[in-house]
């Protein structure tokens, strides 16, 4: 059974900095793309950035580009994501899943194989 896990979340203040990390188990590889989501409390989830399963195509959300940056360590079945100068808005609990290819993670129809979710709060 293949199962996400996110780590790396927690309390920082306003400007500070963070990482997430999302495993990949029960697969020897990832062959998908993979992506990072957020849902802040009253909020539909979004799409926050996305790699492709060769970490040679990224794609962001444009409240995120130029502070949050995602990579890949295929040998470790990982997924990072890096989060800049963050701000209050970044609040939410944030989540890894995969879909085909990186299109396809913009589109709730096509994404799979959810994490837990893991909370970031950012605070001013």
């Known amino acids: 059974q293949v199962e996400l896990v996110e780590s790396g979340g927690g309390l920082v203040q306003v400007g500070g900095s963070l990482r997430l990390s999302c495993a990949v188990s029960?697969?020897?590889?990832?062959?998908?793309?993979m992506g990072w989501f957020r849902q802040a409390p009253g909020q539909e989830r979004e799409f926050v950035a996305g790699?492709?399963?060769?970490?040679?195509?990224?794609d962001y959300a444009d409240s995120v580009k130029g502070r949050f940056t995602i990579s890949r360590d295929i040998a470790k079945n990982t997924i990072y994501l890096q989060m800049n100068s963050l701000k209050s808005e970044d609040t939410a609990v944030y989540y890894c899943?995969?879909?085909?290819?990186?299109?396809?993670?913009?589109?709730?129809?096509?994404?799979?194989?959810w994490g837990q979710g893991a909370q970031v709060t950012v605070s001013s």
């Open positions: 899943a995969e879909a085909s290819n990186v299109a396809a993670l913009t589109n709730p129809s096509f994404q799979f194989n």
């Open positions: 029960g697969r020897p590889f990832s062959s998908y793309a």
């Open positions: 790699i492709s399963w060769s970490a040679l195509k990224a």
